[in-house]
């Protein structure tokens, strides 16, 4: 591997390469290959997740022969760059790769190729192979990188892209004009590098760069010089002018942006959720802001991306919002101008495909944006979930810099619609949708869990994740929330500080759930307190706090919830939690009892009012749920204790003794019954659900 004398310096990109832990590699080609792709991919100035792919070519020994075979180790279908690992490399033997080359028919039979690739599989561990396999195969270097970067994109997607390339490069960097990844283009490359020994790299058209080198530091190196040149020429257009022409909308303030999201994200995801629900992001960094607020946006936003990631991601177009950035999206004239654009859009989109499609193209997908602009407040993103949406925004901020550069350099050219067409629709691509696992029972599901920080929120909360929902947790115990989030990943779950006795504090939670996911399909109400007191002991202080907590934060709950599920117009769940002490008569219990009749009627209530908005109330009733129960730590168990003349630690069998099934109850055992609520029982509202072990008083029936 090439020494390093000094640590070279960059502006536009980052240089992250470690000399002493590459040489603790000690020159395994393939562990090298690894540690580059991480490097690039953890600069999204550099490829995006997902995007790019990487190679290198090693010799090992056949299995058969017992002969040095010349094998090629590239990135394979769907992996990632920043995360990439051995098993996600496909592995295949040099020499079969290029006897493909013998029978390959031409164009047309372009995809039969890649089903034969799996005839040339090394590796028995490979990943499938990917399309862009042959675009390593036929150039002569051990390391190779095919990547998206915006300052290179934008460059390829300008109209004058070859001389603007000639003008940056020189004669360091090959060209080659548009076309569709795949084994012609793989043959393309290899021929160009034949014809023209010189170059370090090649740019594709509209598309991206290739570069490479005989080590993987080389090929870096190269990655990172020639993504630099690119970004240095592009700054002094920018000082030249401005891309996207004058601002046309000023910002709102970056307070009354928030707002404004908060408010019309609801709105947004139910339009959007027309044919499937969807999980939202919204972001409104500087970047997006200046395109968004420019005098351009109109021109380039139909044009549609240019790199194939990028609108793969982001369909061909985004929706632009037509609305001022102070309207109130609860008017109803402009929720009805909004749905009126979203039609519009879908309509566009259906004779989008009408036009474009082929007789053998899959069926139509979801014609709803992904994309939504909104000028003066910024960008939100909509997909199946939170780090698809999240995703799709990086990729359009992405096609952002790429529109600016083009802009600044030239004018923006985009790919012509029955190109962009076949790619989106490609067999390829659709055989890779298909091969996806079937989601998850609560894919799409945002749920609101209170009480969060232990015992039984924090298992529905697992639970919830587990079946693929997100979660907003929330406790007024910020120690014991942080504890249990800390289980969960940034796109899984958010987690925040409440109080559900003040009507603020809930409705900040539904704010952030808003602004974090775009909306709720579930509540549940599992805060908790517990005294345990004879009549003439329990004060005034205790009977308002429990009625605070139990009673006014279900009711705080399901009225700011409520009006979240009503903007979407998608339904909901509230499931309450309460308790057999509702059902039952115990002593020393009158206050916590009351107050736990009082959820189960209020969740009667509840249900009959807002089953016109398809939005199920239904309550869960555990009892002695004492593994993990933040309540059983404190004065409550010695109470229930004292009632029953036992001792404390005696609690758990004496419960279960009491049951008719002898059995200890847990929080999983909670999470369960909401799981069955809220995945089985779709037609099934103002249910009580004892999960006690069978308490014969507590019967509803």
């Known amino acids: ?20 832990y590459a040489k603790s590699l000690k020159g395994n080609e393939v562990d090298l290959l690894i540690y580059r792709s991480n490097m690039l991919g953890a600069d999204l100035r550099i490829t995006n997740f997902g995007g790019g792919n990487t190679s290198c070519k090693v010799l090992l020994e056949d299995p058969l022969t017992k002969e040095k075979t010349a094998v090629m180790y590239v990135k394979g279908s769907g992996g990632d760059l920043g995360t990439l690992r051995r098993n996600g490399l496909a592995g295949l033997y040099m020499d079969r790769l290029h006897n493909l080359r013998k029978i390959y ?41 095919h990547l998206h970067p915006d300052a290179v994109i934008a460059i390829a997607a300008s109209k004058n892209s070859k001389k603007i390339t000639k003008e940056i490069w020189g004669t360091e960097m090959g060209w080659l004009p548009w076309q569709r990844p795949g084994f012609d283009l793989g043959v393309k490359i290899g021929k160009h590098y034949e014809d023209n020994p010189h170059i370090k790299g090649i740019i594709l058209e509209g598309h991206g760069m290739f570069t490479w080198g005989d080590t993987s530091y080389d090929c870096y190196l190269n990655s990172l010089e020639t993504i630099e040149k690119a970004a240095n020429y592009l700054s002094k257009k920018f000082k030249e002018k401005k891309p996207f022409g004058d601002e046309k909308v000023k910002s709102m303030s970056a307070a009354k942006r928030k707002k404004q999201a908060i408010a019309l994200a609801p709105v947004l995801r139910g339009f959007c959720s027309a044919e499937q629900r969807m999980i939202g992001h919204f972001r409104d960094d500087k970047n997006v802001l200046e395109f968004v607020n420019s005098k351009k946006l109109n021109k380039l936003a139909p044009m549609g991306t240019s790199c194939p990631d990028h609108f793969l991601r982001t369909k061909i177009k985004p929706l632009v919002l037509n ?10 004239k402009i929720r009805e101008k909004i749905l009126r654009q979203f039609e519009q859009y879908r309509q566009d989109y ?22 939504i602009l909104y000028p003066g407040v910024g960008m939100f993103t909509f997909a199946k979930n939170k780090a698809t949406a999240r995703i799709a925004s990086e990729f359009y ?15 923006y050219v985009s790919l012509p619609l029955q190109e962009a067409f076949d790619i989106e629709y490609w067999l390829l691509e ?65 987690h925040l500080t409440s109080d559900v006795t003040n009507e603020q504090s809930i409705q900040k939670v539904f704010d952030q759930a808003c602004l974090a996911y775009g909306g709720v399909d579930i509540i549940v109400h599992s805060a908790g307190i517990a005294i345990s007191k004879k009549l003439e002991d329990t004060t005034e202080k205790d ?57 189960l009627h209020l969740s009667r209530l509840l249900a009959a009012e807002l089953g016109a908005d398809k939005i199920r109330v239904n309550t869960i009733n555990p009892d ?6 933040k309540i059983w730590e404190g004065k409550w168990a010695e109470g229930r204790a004292k009632a029953y003349g036992i001792r404390v630690e005696d609690l758990p069998a004496h419960y279960a003794k009491r049951t008719l099934l002898n059995a200890i109850i847990l929080p999983e055992d909670i999470a369960k019954a909401a799981l069955a609520i809220l995945t089985q029982l779709k037609k099934s509202t103002a249910l009580i659900i004892n999960v006690d072990g069978g308490v014969a008083p507590a019967f509803t029936r």
């Open 624 to 629: 002695a749920v004492i593994a993990g129960s």
């Open 430 to 494: 659709e055989a890779k949708l298909q091969r996806q696992p079937p989601e998850k029972s609560l894919s799409r599901k945002i749920a609101v869990i209170t009480g969060a920080g232990g015992g039984i929120g924090s298992a529905i909360a697992q639970t919830i994740v587990e079946n693929g929902g997100v979660v907003v947790m929330t406790d007024i115990n910020e120690r014991n929330l942080q504890k249990e989030a800390e289980a969960f990943n940034k796109d899984q779950c958010i």
């Open 543 to 599: 009977w308002d706090l429990l009625q605070d907590i139990l009673v006014k934060g279900q009711f705080l709950l399901a009225q700011k919830g409520a009006a979240v599920m009503r903007q979407q117009g998608l339904g909901g769940d509230i499931i309450n939690i309460a308790s057999k002490n509702g059902l039952v008569s115990g002593p020393n219990n009158a206050a916590y009892g009351t107050a736990k009749a009082a959820q």
């Open 350 to 371: 259906k004779s989008y495909y009408e036009a474009h499609k082929r007789k053998n193209s899959p069926a139509m997908r979801d014609p709803n944006p992904v994309v």
């Open 1 to 20: 591997m090439t020494s390093l004398k000094s640590k070279p310096k960059f502006k536009n990109v980052d240089y992250l390469w470690d000399e002493k």
């Open 105 to 145: 028919k031409g164009l047309q039979y372009e995809d039969e190729m890649v089903a034969l690739y799996q005839h040339c599989i090394y590796d028995l561990d490979s990943r499938a192979p990917s399309i862009d396999t042959a675009l390593h195969a036929f150039l002569p270097f051990k390391h190779i990188d």
């Open 323 to 332: 609305i001022r950035p102070d309207d109130n999206p609860d008017a109803p």
């Open 397 to 411: 901020v992405n096609a952002i810099n790429v529109m600016k550069g083009a802009e600044a350099v030239s004018k």
